[in-house]
Protein backbone atom coordinates (compact mmCIF):
# COMPACT_ATOMS: atom_id res chain seq x y z
CA UNK A 1 0.00 0.00 0.00
CA UNK A 2 1.63 3.82 -1.04
CA UNK A 3 2.62 5.54 1.90
CA UNK A 4 1.78 9.53 2.18
CA UNK A 5 4.26 11.15 4.59
CA UNK A 6 2.74 14.30 5.59
CA UNK A 7 5.21 16.98 6.47
CA UNK A 8 3.17 18.75 8.78
CA UNK A 9 0.63 18.62 11.70
CA UNK A 10 -2.43 20.17 13.53
CA UNK A 11 -5.79 20.70 11.27
CA UNK A 12 -3.99 20.52 8.27
CA UNK A 13 -2.62 16.83 8.90
CA UNK A 14 -5.24 15.26 10.22
CA UNK A 15 -7.37 17.02 7.34
CA UNK A 16 -5.26 15.65 4.57
CA UNK A 17 -4.85 11.96 6.47
CA UNK A 18 -8.76 12.16 6.27
CA UNK A 19 -8.71 12.56 2.15
CA UNK A 20 -5.78 9.83 2.26
CA UNK A 21 -7.62 7.29 4.07
CA UNK A 22 -10.54 7.32 1.51
CA UNK A 23 -7.93 6.82 -1.61
CA UNK A 24 -6.64 4.08 -0.07
CA UNK A 25 -3.30 5.32 1.47
CA UNK A 26 -1.29 4.63 4.42
CA UNK A 27 -0.47 7.89 6.10
CA UNK A 28 2.57 8.47 7.94
CA UNK A 29 3.52 11.83 9.93
CA UNK A 30 6.96 12.98 11.93
CA UNK A 31 5.64 13.90 15.80
CA UNK A 32 7.22 15.72 18.42
CA UNK A 33 6.83 14.85 21.92
CA UNK A 34 5.17 18.13 22.57
CA UNK A 35 2.05 17.08 19.85
CA UNK A 36 1.16 13.89 21.63
CA UNK A 37 -1.85 12.87 22.12
CA UNK A 38 -3.16 14.90 18.86
CA UNK A 39 -5.85 14.03 16.44
CA UNK A 40 -3.25 13.55 13.44
CA UNK A 41 -0.33 11.72 15.55
CA UNK A 42 -3.41 9.33 17.08
CA UNK A 43 -4.95 9.14 13.50
CA UNK A 44 -1.64 8.25 11.67
CA UNK A 45 -0.85 4.61 10.58
CA UNK A 46 2.67 5.42 11.10
CA UNK A 47 4.62 8.10 13.43
CA UNK A 48 8.12 9.23 13.51
CA UNK A 49 9.35 10.60 16.21
CA UNK A 50 11.20 14.30 15.86
CA UNK A 51 13.61 15.48 18.33
CA UNK A 52 12.36 18.92 18.07
CA UNK A 53 9.34 21.48 17.10
CA UNK A 54 11.65 23.01 15.30
CA UNK A 55 12.16 19.86 12.84
CA UNK A 56 9.34 21.04 10.78
CA UNK A 57 11.03 23.70 9.42
CA UNK A 58 14.21 21.00 8.92
CA UNK A 59 14.69 19.91 5.48
CA UNK A 60 17.01 17.04 6.09
CA UNK A 61 14.95 16.14 9.29
CA UNK A 62 11.71 16.24 7.28
CA UNK A 63 13.46 13.95 4.38
CA UNK A 64 14.72 11.69 7.00
CA UNK A 65 11.26 11.42 8.55
CA UNK A 66 9.90 10.37 5.27
CA UNK A 67 12.31 8.32 4.46
CA UNK A 68 11.91 6.49 7.48
CA UNK A 69 8.50 5.96 7.35
CA UNK A 70 8.88 4.07 3.30
CA UNK A 71 6.99 7.59 1.86
CA UNK A 72 6.62 7.55 -1.88
CA UNK A 73 4.75 10.63 -1.89
CA UNK A 74 5.10 13.57 0.61
CA UNK A 75 2.27 16.25 0.54
CA UNK A 76 3.69 19.61 2.86
CA UNK A 77 0.64 21.16 3.83
CA UNK A 78 0.77 24.55 4.37
CA UNK A 79 3.56 27.32 6.57
CA UNK A 80 6.50 25.50 7.74
CA UNK A 81 8.74 23.75 4.41
CA UNK A 82 5.64 23.62 1.85
CA UNK A 83 7.04 26.28 -0.18
CA UNK A 84 10.94 26.12 0.29
CA UNK A 85 12.39 24.18 -3.00
CA UNK A 86 15.17 23.15 -1.39
CA UNK A 87 12.50 20.85 0.62
CA UNK A 88 10.77 19.80 -2.80
CA UNK A 89 14.01 19.25 -4.22
CA UNK A 90 15.13 16.65 -1.31
CA UNK A 91 12.00 14.81 -1.59
CA UNK A 92 12.60 14.09 -5.12
CA UNK A 93 15.79 13.55 -5.38
CA UNK A 94 15.40 11.38 -2.23
CA UNK A 95 13.05 9.15 -4.90
CA UNK A 96 9.67 10.51 -3.34
CA UNK A 97 7.36 12.36 -5.14
CA UNK A 98 6.27 15.73 -3.93
CA UNK A 99 2.85 17.33 -3.84
CA UNK A 100 3.17 20.46 -5.41
CA UNK A 101 4.55 22.06 -7.76
CA UNK A 102 8.47 21.47 -9.33
CA UNK A 103 10.84 23.65 -6.89
CA UNK A 104 12.06 25.74 -9.87
CA UNK A 105 8.50 27.41 -9.86
CA UNK A 106 8.39 27.46 -6.06
CA UNK A 107 11.81 29.27 -5.86
CA UNK A 108 10.79 31.57 -9.19
CA UNK A 109 7.23 32.61 -7.34
CA UNK A 110 8.79 32.68 -4.03
CA UNK A 111 10.78 35.73 -4.45
CA UNK A 112 8.24 38.42 -4.89
CA UNK A 113 10.39 41.12 -6.68
CA UNK A 114 10.27 38.42 -9.15
CA UNK A 115 6.81 37.49 -8.86
CA UNK A 116 5.83 41.03 -9.91
CA UNK A 117 8.22 40.67 -12.90
CA UNK A 118 6.95 37.71 -14.25
CA UNK A 119 3.12 38.78 -13.73
CA UNK A 120 3.90 41.77 -15.31
CA UNK A 121 5.55 39.78 -18.74
CA UNK A 122 2.28 37.70 -18.36
CA UNK A 123 0.22 40.83 -18.91
CA UNK A 124 -1.27 40.50 -15.22
CA UNK A 125 -1.68 43.90 -13.66
CA UNK A 126 0.83 44.59 -10.60
CA UNK A 127 0.78 48.08 -8.41
CA UNK A 128 2.63 50.21 -9.04
CA UNK A 129 5.92 49.91 -7.50
CA UNK A 130 9.81 48.93 -7.51
CA UNK A 131 10.77 47.79 -10.27
CA UNK A 132 12.95 44.94 -8.40
CA UNK A 133 14.25 44.14 -4.92
CA UNK A 134 15.12 47.54 -2.84
CA UNK A 135 18.27 46.63 -0.49
CA UNK A 136 18.65 49.95 1.19
CA UNK A 137 16.45 53.26 2.37
CA UNK A 138 17.94 55.31 -0.42
CA UNK A 139 16.29 53.19 -2.98
CA UNK A 140 13.21 53.16 -0.99
CA UNK A 141 13.70 56.79 -0.84
CA UNK A 142 13.41 56.76 -4.61
CA UNK A 143 10.25 54.60 -5.29
CA UNK A 144 8.25 56.49 -2.86
CA UNK A 145 9.12 59.71 -4.39
CA UNK A 146 7.85 58.38 -7.71
CA UNK A 147 4.32 56.39 -6.54
CA UNK A 148 3.45 59.02 -3.41
CA UNK A 149 2.35 57.96 0.39
CA UNK A 150 0.31 55.50 1.93
CA UNK A 151 2.87 52.80 0.41
CA UNK A 152 4.12 48.95 1.74
CA UNK A 153 6.99 47.55 2.51
CA UNK A 154 7.04 43.51 2.29
CA UNK A 155 10.05 41.28 2.60
CA UNK A 156 10.99 39.24 -1.08
CA UNK A 157 10.98 36.36 0.59
CA UNK A 158 7.69 36.97 2.77
CA UNK A 159 4.40 35.50 3.58
CA UNK A 160 1.91 34.65 5.91
CA UNK A 161 1.92 38.54 6.44
CA UNK A 162 5.45 38.45 8.35
CA UNK A 163 7.84 41.16 7.51
CA UNK A 164 5.63 43.81 5.99
CA UNK A 165 4.70 47.66 6.88
CA UNK A 166 2.48 49.94 5.77
CA UNK A 167 4.00 53.58 5.95
CA UNK A 168 1.62 56.26 5.65
CA UNK A 169 3.87 59.79 5.56
CA UNK A 170 8.03 60.00 4.29
CA UNK A 171 8.45 60.52 8.46
CA UNK A 172 8.25 56.47 9.07
CA UNK A 173 10.09 55.38 5.96
CA UNK A 174 12.99 54.60 7.33
CA UNK A 175 11.58 53.34 10.79
CA UNK A 176 9.65 50.66 8.54
CA UNK A 177 12.70 49.83 6.25
CA UNK A 178 14.60 48.81 9.11
CA UNK A 179 12.11 47.04 10.47
CA UNK A 180 11.11 45.05 7.62
CA UNK A 181 14.77 44.15 6.16
CA UNK A 182 15.59 43.12 9.78
CA UNK A 183 12.59 40.76 10.20
CA UNK A 184 13.04 39.81 6.38
CA UNK A 185 16.74 38.64 7.79
CA UNK A 186 15.82 37.07 11.14
CA UNK A 187 12.80 35.16 9.45
CA UNK A 188 13.57 34.25 5.76
CA UNK A 189 17.36 34.68 5.43
CA UNK A 190 16.71 37.36 2.91
CA UNK A 191 16.55 41.70 3.99
CA UNK A 192 15.33 42.48 0.47
CA UNK A 193 12.40 44.29 -0.34
CA UNK A 194 9.73 45.46 -2.54
CA UNK A 195 7.91 48.74 -2.00
CA UNK A 196 4.75 49.35 -3.87
CA UNK A 197 1.62 51.34 -3.32
CA UNK A 198 -0.29 50.82 -0.40
CA UNK A 199 -4.39 50.67 -1.49
CA UNK A 200 -6.18 52.00 1.37
CA UNK A 201 -9.65 51.10 0.59
CA UNK A 202 -9.41 47.55 -0.93
CA UNK A 203 -10.40 43.64 -0.94
CA UNK A 204 -7.78 40.85 -0.77
CA UNK A 205 -9.26 38.63 -3.82
CA UNK A 206 -7.19 35.12 -4.50
CA UNK A 207 -7.62 32.56 -7.48
CA UNK A 208 -7.54 29.52 -6.71
CA UNK A 209 -5.91 27.31 -9.22
CA UNK A 210 -4.98 23.63 -10.50
CA UNK A 211 -1.85 23.17 -12.78
CA UNK A 212 -2.15 19.60 -14.99
CA UNK A 213 0.35 17.52 -15.98
CA UNK A 214 -0.34 17.79 -19.17
CA UNK A 215 -0.18 21.89 -19.05
CA UNK A 216 -3.63 22.91 -18.86
CA UNK A 217 -4.38 25.35 -15.89
CA UNK A 218 -7.62 25.69 -14.65
CA UNK A 219 -9.11 28.14 -12.38
CA UNK A 220 -11.49 28.13 -10.01
CA UNK A 221 -14.16 30.18 -8.10
CA UNK A 222 -12.12 33.38 -6.29
CA UNK A 223 -12.36 33.72 -2.61
CA UNK A 224 -12.72 36.74 -0.49
CA UNK A 225 -10.05 37.05 2.79
CA UNK A 226 -10.32 40.43 3.08
CA UNK A 227 -10.94 40.02 7.30
CA UNK A 228 -7.60 39.82 8.76
CA UNK A 229 -5.37 40.72 11.82
CA UNK A 230 -1.85 41.17 11.85
CA UNK A 231 -2.30 40.86 7.64
CA UNK A 232 -3.10 37.42 8.55
CA UNK A 233 -6.92 36.34 7.69
CA UNK A 234 -9.53 35.37 9.74
CA UNK A 235 -12.59 34.98 8.07
CA UNK A 236 -13.08 33.97 4.17
CA UNK A 237 -15.69 33.58 2.03
CA UNK A 238 -16.43 33.04 -1.36
CA UNK A 239 -17.46 34.03 -3.87
CA UNK A 240 -16.59 37.49 -3.43
CA UNK A 241 -19.57 39.83 -2.60
CA UNK A 242 -17.13 42.63 -3.98
CA UNK A 243 -16.62 41.18 -7.69
CA UNK A 244 -18.90 41.98 -10.47
CA UNK A 245 -19.18 39.69 -13.01
CA UNK A 246 -16.94 41.32 -15.50
CA UNK A 247 -13.83 41.63 -12.46
CA UNK A 248 -14.53 37.60 -11.73
CA UNK A 249 -13.81 36.28 -15.23
CA UNK A 250 -10.86 38.98 -15.39
CA UNK A 251 -9.22 37.59 -12.54
CA UNK A 252 -9.90 33.92 -13.03
CA UNK A 253 -8.29 34.71 -17.10
CA UNK A 254 -5.35 36.60 -15.17
CA UNK A 255 -4.40 33.94 -12.94
CA UNK A 256 -4.25 30.94 -15.34
CA UNK A 257 -2.69 33.09 -17.58
CA UNK A 258 0.08 33.81 -14.74
CA UNK A 259 -0.03 29.86 -14.16
CA UNK A 260 0.26 29.32 -17.81
CA UNK A 261 3.36 31.11 -17.40
CA UNK A 262 5.52 30.01 -15.39
CA UNK A 263 4.09 26.45 -16.46
CA UNK A 264 2.38 25.52 -12.64
CA UNK A 265 1.41 22.51 -11.77
CA UNK A 266 -0.78 21.27 -8.86
CA UNK A 267 -2.63 23.06 -6.31
CA UNK A 268 -1.71 26.56 -6.08
CA UNK A 269 -3.27 30.50 -5.61
CA UNK A 270 -2.43 33.58 -7.36
CA UNK A 271 -3.54 36.62 -4.74
CA UNK A 272 -4.97 39.80 -6.30
CA UNK A 273 -6.12 43.43 -4.27
CA UNK A 274 -8.85 44.91 -5.88
CA UNK A 275 -8.85 48.82 -5.50
CA UNK A 276 -12.29 49.65 -4.18
CA UNK A 277 -12.38 53.65 -5.58
CA UNK A 278 -10.44 52.76 -8.74
CA UNK A 279 -12.18 49.68 -9.53
CA UNK A 280 -9.36 48.07 -10.70
CA UNK A 281 -7.11 44.74 -9.41
CA UNK A 282 -3.12 44.33 -9.07
CA UNK A 283 -1.39 41.04 -8.80
CA UNK A 284 -0.07 40.61 -4.84
CA UNK A 285 1.79 37.02 -4.70
CA UNK A 286 1.67 33.63 -5.41
CA UNK A 287 1.14 30.81 -3.06
CA UNK A 288 2.42 27.98 -3.99
CA UNK A 289 0.84 25.44 -2.05
CA UNK A 290 -2.69 24.50 -0.91
CA UNK A 291 -3.88 27.51 1.20
CA UNK A 292 -5.34 27.32 4.84
CA UNK A 293 -8.87 28.58 3.44
CA UNK A 294 -9.09 25.99 0.78
CA UNK A 295 -12.25 24.37 2.11
CA UNK A 296 -14.40 27.54 1.43
CA UNK A 297 -13.47 26.66 -2.44
CA UNK A 298 -14.26 22.93 -1.92
CA UNK A 299 -18.14 23.75 -0.59
CA UNK A 300 -19.04 25.90 -3.13
CA UNK A 301 -17.52 23.67 -5.78
CA UNK A 302 -18.34 20.20 -4.55
CA UNK A 303 -14.57 18.69 -4.65
CA UNK A 304 -11.85 17.63 -2.40
CA UNK A 305 -8.94 19.82 -3.31
CA UNK A 306 -6.60 17.23 -1.44
CA UNK A 307 -7.70 14.45 -3.61
CA UNK A 308 -7.08 16.20 -6.64
CA UNK A 309 -3.41 17.50 -5.53
CA UNK A 310 -2.42 13.96 -5.16
CA UNK A 311 -3.73 12.55 -8.83
CA UNK A 312 -2.20 15.24 -9.99
CA UNK A 313 1.25 14.11 -8.52
CA UNK A 314 0.68 10.90 -9.76
CA UNK A 315 0.57 12.45 -12.95
CA UNK A 316 -3.26 12.27 -13.40
CA UNK A 317 -4.74 15.16 -15.91
CA UNK A 318 -7.94 14.33 -15.66
CA UNK A 319 -11.01 17.21 -14.27
CA UNK A 320 -12.72 15.56 -11.22
CA UNK A 321 -16.18 14.41 -12.66
CA UNK A 322 -18.68 16.76 -12.35
CA UNK A 323 -16.41 19.53 -11.83
CA UNK A 324 -17.90 23.17 -12.70
CA UNK A 325 -15.58 26.20 -12.64
CA UNK A 326 -18.57 28.00 -11.74
CA UNK A 327 -19.71 27.77 -8.41
CA UNK A 328 -22.85 26.86 -6.05
CA UNK A 329 -24.11 28.34 -3.43
CA UNK A 330 -21.51 30.33 -0.75
CA UNK A 331 -19.47 29.51 1.95
CA UNK A 332 -17.69 30.95 4.76
CA UNK A 333 -14.82 29.99 6.56
CA UNK A 334 -13.36 31.04 10.26
CA UNK A 335 -10.39 30.27 11.83
CA UNK A 336 -10.13 29.63 15.90
CA UNK A 337 -7.46 30.65 17.46
CA UNK A 338 -6.05 30.04 20.74
CA UNK A 339 -5.45 33.82 21.14
CA UNK A 340 -7.03 36.89 22.97
CA UNK A 341 -9.78 38.58 21.04
CA UNK A 342 -8.88 41.75 21.75
CA UNK A 343 -5.25 42.14 21.44
CA UNK A 344 -5.02 38.59 19.46
CA UNK A 345 -1.54 37.75 21.40
CA UNK A 346 -1.50 33.63 21.24
CA UNK A 347 -2.83 32.56 24.99
CA UNK A 348 -1.68 28.30 24.57
CA UNK A 349 -3.36 26.07 27.41
CA UNK A 350 -4.70 22.36 27.60
CA UNK A 351 -8.23 22.21 26.41
CA UNK A 352 -10.55 21.32 28.73
CA UNK A 353 -13.61 21.78 26.82
CA UNK A 354 -13.98 21.36 23.36
CA UNK A 355 -17.65 21.58 21.34
CA UNK A 356 -18.00 21.75 17.59
CA UNK A 357 -21.22 22.50 15.77
CA UNK A 358 -22.66 20.03 13.37
CA UNK A 359 -25.75 20.71 11.09
CA UNK A 360 -26.52 21.22 7.60
CA UNK A 361 -23.62 22.83 5.50
CA UNK A 362 -21.69 22.96 8.81
CA UNK A 363 -18.06 21.61 8.72
CA UNK A 364 -14.85 21.61 11.11
CA UNK A 365 -11.54 20.84 10.37
CA UNK A 366 -9.81 20.83 14.02
CA UNK A 367 -6.27 20.02 15.40
CA UNK A 368 -6.96 19.43 18.42
CA UNK A 369 -9.83 18.10 21.20
CA UNK A 370 -10.39 18.32 24.67
CA UNK A 371 -7.46 17.04 26.77
CA UNK A 372 -4.54 17.74 24.45
CA UNK A 373 -2.82 20.77 25.02
CA UNK A 374 -2.24 23.78 22.46
CA UNK A 375 1.75 24.51 23.02
CA UNK A 376 3.38 27.70 22.49
CA UNK A 377 5.64 26.16 19.93
CA UNK A 378 3.64 26.56 16.89
CA UNK A 379 0.80 29.08 15.26
CA UNK A 380 -2.36 29.05 18.06
CA UNK A 381 -4.43 27.97 14.91
CA UNK A 382 -6.82 25.29 16.51
CA UNK A 383 -9.24 24.79 14.20
CA UNK A 384 -11.55 25.84 10.75
CA UNK A 385 -15.52 25.94 10.75
CA UNK A 386 -16.70 25.83 7.03
CA UNK A 387 -20.13 26.99 6.63
CA UNK A 388 -22.13 26.60 3.35
CA UNK A 389 -25.41 27.80 2.31
CA UNK A 390 -27.56 27.98 -1.06
CA UNK A 391 -27.22 31.96 -0.92
CA UNK A 392 -24.85 34.52 1.18
CA UNK A 393 -27.54 35.35 3.28
CA UNK A 394 -28.73 31.70 4.21
CA UNK A 395 -24.55 30.58 4.37
CA UNK A 396 -23.95 33.50 7.13
CA UNK A 397 -27.06 32.62 9.07
CA UNK A 398 -26.12 29.05 9.59
CA UNK A 399 -22.54 31.18 10.23
CA UNK A 400 -23.73 32.73 13.32
CA UNK A 401 -25.52 29.89 14.65
CA UNK A 402 -22.60 27.04 14.36
CA UNK A 403 -20.29 30.08 15.68
CA UNK A 404 -23.24 30.61 18.68
CA UNK A 405 -22.44 26.81 19.27
CA UNK A 406 -18.90 26.29 19.40
CA UNK A 407 -17.35 26.32 22.51
CA UNK A 408 -13.67 26.32 23.50
CA UNK A 409 -12.18 26.80 27.06
CA UNK A 410 -8.68 26.65 28.46
CA UNK A 411 -6.94 28.46 26.40
CA UNK A 412 -7.55 31.57 25.09
CA UNK A 413 -10.27 31.69 22.09
CA UNK A 414 -10.83 34.08 19.07
CA UNK A 415 -14.57 33.40 19.31
CA UNK A 416 -15.48 36.35 20.86
CA UNK A 417 -14.19 38.52 17.94
CA UNK A 418 -15.58 36.19 15.39
CA UNK A 419 -19.09 36.92 16.41
CA UNK A 420 -18.65 40.57 16.54
CA UNK A 421 -17.66 40.52 13.26
CA UNK A 422 -20.61 38.08 11.57
CA UNK A 423 -22.89 40.77 13.52
CA UNK A 424 -21.73 43.89 12.51
CA UNK A 425 -23.67 45.65 9.51
CA UNK A 426 -20.62 45.97 7.01
CA UNK A 427 -20.06 42.07 6.73
CA UNK A 428 -23.95 41.16 6.81
CA UNK A 429 -24.16 43.59 4.09
CA UNK A 430 -20.98 42.70 2.36
CA UNK A 431 -19.49 45.88 2.00
CA UNK A 432 -16.48 46.00 4.04
CA UNK A 433 -12.94 46.75 3.55
CA UNK A 434 -9.28 44.92 4.59
CA UNK A 435 -9.55 47.43 8.19
CA UNK A 436 -12.94 45.73 8.95
CA UNK A 437 -10.84 44.30 11.79
CA UNK A 438 -10.22 47.40 13.30
CA UNK A 439 -13.45 48.75 12.77
CA UNK A 440 -15.18 45.52 14.53
CA UNK A 441 -13.79 46.21 17.68
Known amino acids: ?22 LGLRCAVGSPEVDAGLPYVEEADIVVPLDSPRAFGDVEAMVAAAVAAGAELVHPGYGFLSENPDFARAVAQ ?22 RRLAQASGVPVTPGSPGPVESLEEAHEVARAIGFPLMVKAVAGGGGIAMAV ?9 AVEQVAGRGRSVFGDGRMIVERYVERSRHIEAQIMGLPDGRVIALGERDCSVQRRHQKVIEESPSPALTPAVREQVARQAVALGEAVGYRNAGTVEFIYDLD ?3 FYF ?12 VTEAVHGLDLVAWQLAVARGDSEIPEGFSATPNGHAFELRIYAED ?8 GT ?12 RVDAGYREGTAVTPFFDPLMAKMIVWGATREEALERTRKAAAEMAVEGPGVNLPYLLRVLDSE ?16
Open 94 to 115: AGMTFVGPPAEVIASMGDKANA
Open 167 to 175: VAEEAGLAA
Open 1 to 22: MTVLFIANRGEIAARIERTART
Open 278 to 280: REE
Open 426 to 441: PFATGDYITGLVVDAQ
Open 351 to 362: VTRWQMPSGAGV
Open 284 to 295: LEMNTRLQVEHP
Open 341 to 348: PERFLPRP
